[in-house]
């Protein structure tokens, strides 16, 4: 059975206990999607393309719109992921009630094209993890943080107004930024598994 200390900073793996900073996520054979894999040559460029030309040539708009389909299939991949992970952090008692992760483009990258898809936020009934992500296109990797409900504040932002909407995730005088990509990224149910995390610690 795997599961992590009360304070999170050891975790179980069913035989000894281990730095949660220093567990690594094994590989977790979780598919693209097949009209992702069909288009993967296409969003491809979402990681390490110079788009320069595009906007030059008149396809940027054209191209904001492959953007969000991408951005779209690549979060639905992602929450799979993340679904798996924590199973293997924490075993199939304790499944990902929800998740979110950083999915988005700066806003001024005009010369350079650059996505970002580096960290993400899980909630379970006891859990807020944090995992790192080992490559744009790669899966969950690293632990960042493993904590209770009550231990964590999220906070939501740019939820009305913005091309960015960000979880920030706070424990222990560090925070953590999961900006996704506005009307893509889905902070609400986080915010309400989080909230439901800690009635049922103030139950207890």
């Known amino acids: 059975m795997s599961g992590f200390s009360e304070d999170g900073q050891w975790w179980w793996d069913g035989g000894q206990w281990i730095l949660t900073s220093q567990v690594v996520i094994p590989d977790l054979a979780i598919p693209l999607p097949e009209a992702t894999v069909r288009s993967k040559g296409r ?4 990681g390490d393309v110079n788009n320069i030309t595009l906007w030059q040539t008149g396809l940027g708009l054209p191209f904001v719109f492959f953007e969000r389909r991408a951005f779209r299939d690549i979060r639905m991949w992602t929450l ?4 798996s992970a924590t199973t293997y952090l924490l075993g199939p008692p304790e499944p990902m009630l929800a998740g979110e992760t950083a999915l988005y483009r700066p806003l001024l990258s005009f010369f350079t094209y650059t996505a970002y898809r580096d960290v993400a936020v899980v909630v379970t009934a006891a859990h807020v ?6 490559r744009f ?5 690293w632990v960042s943080l493993a904590a209770r409900p009550k231990d964590v504040r999220l906070e939501v932002f740019g939820r009305v107004v913005g091309a960015h909407t960000t979880i920030v995730v706070h424990h222990a005088g560090r925070r953590w930024n999961v900006k996704g990509t ?5 902070p609400d149910p986080v915010v309400a598994a989080w909230k439901a995390g800690l009635a049922a610690t103030m139950r207890t």
């Open 182 to 186: 506005a009307r893509i990224a889905q």
């Open 43 to 46: 969003w491809k460029l979402l």
């Open 129 to 134: 993890l944090v995992l790192l992500f080992d």
């Open 80 to 83: 799979e992921q993340l679904a």
């Open 137 to 141: 296109d790669g899966q969950p990797r």
